[in-house]
């Protein structure tokens, strides 16, 4: 079946410093790839995806680019704020459905 | 649009009783899921709905859970009888059938069983 595979956390970061989350996937069929991310109390967000092969999704300067050679998804920023403080979700989806597949999340936590 | 709205967003149960989590989604989403979130098991999907339709409910965990969408903007989960390994936060997310992986998520409802 469908999996999504993340780095442990959590990952803690002075701001300014460089964040990179890696997230490998297995998916039958050509999934679309998808980062949510979740703030404390909140419900997940979506933050960027790709839909296909090299496509780079990109939002408040995050960015993650599909790489079905090595089906990878990894989510990179080159300077993180504290507001970045959340829990990052890669994700997947096949086929027409719209469901989604989880991986099992990021916490990141940024100090001043 | 207020976005998809889930009550109640705590709930503290005793174990043996019933539970009933409402969920609205965004007007115009004619898809709608349920998940389940733990620190053990992470995010689970538990069932999902196209066009008020259970599509696939492979994810409840037993016939203690069960899920209902009587019209296109509200749909429950309910869990009898309820007992502590239930506790979780249950999340419900709604989505236009076609924008695949594309869900918009409520706050979810944080359940305790005691």
């Known amino acids: 079946g469908d999996s999504v595979t993340q780095m442990e956390g959590p990952v803690t970061l002075s701001e300014e410093a460089c964040l990179t989350i890696?997230?490998?996937?297995?998916?039958?069929?050509?999934?679309?790839l998808f980062w949510y991310v979740q703030y404390p109390g909140e419900g997940l967000q979506l933050l960027l995806k790709?839909?296909?092969?090299?496509d780079k999704g990109s939002n408040k300067g995050f960015e993650a680019t599909y790489r079905k050679e090595t089906t990878s998804f990894h989510l990179e920023k080159g300077s993180v704020q504290v507001s970045d403080s959340a829990v990052y979700f890669c994700?997947?989806?096949?086929?027409?459905?719209?469901?989604?597949?989880f991986g099992t999340g990021t916490r990141l936590q940024v100090t001043l | 649009d207020a976005g998809v709205i889930q009550s109640p967003r705590h709930e503290v149960t005793e174990m043996g009783q019933e539970v009933t989590l409402r969920c609205k989604p965004i007007?115009?989403?004619?898809?709608l899921f349920w998940y389940r979130q733990t620190m053990m098991r992470g995010l689970e999907l538990l069932i999902y709905?196209?066009?008020?339709?259970?599509?696939?409910d492979s994810g409840m965990p037993e016939d203690r859970f069960s899920a209902k969408m009587p019209n296109a903007s509200f749909s429950t989960l309910k869990i009898q009888p309820s007992e502590p390994r239930d506790s979780a936060v249950y999340f419900c997310?709604?989505?236009?059938?076609?924008?695949?992986?594309?869900?918009?998520f409520g706050q979810g409802t944080r359940l305790t069983v005691v």
């Open positions: 997310a709604s989505s236009l059938q076609g924008a695949k992986g594309e869900a918009f």
């Open positions: 890696n997230c490998t996937y297995t998916a039958t069929g050509y999934p679309s």
């Open positions: 790709a839909t296909k092969a090299d």
């Open positions: 994700a997947l989806a096949t086929g027409t459905a719209s469901k989604l597949t």
């Open positions: 007007s115009g989403h004619n898809s």
């Open positions: 709905f196209n066009n008020n339709v259970p599509i696939d």
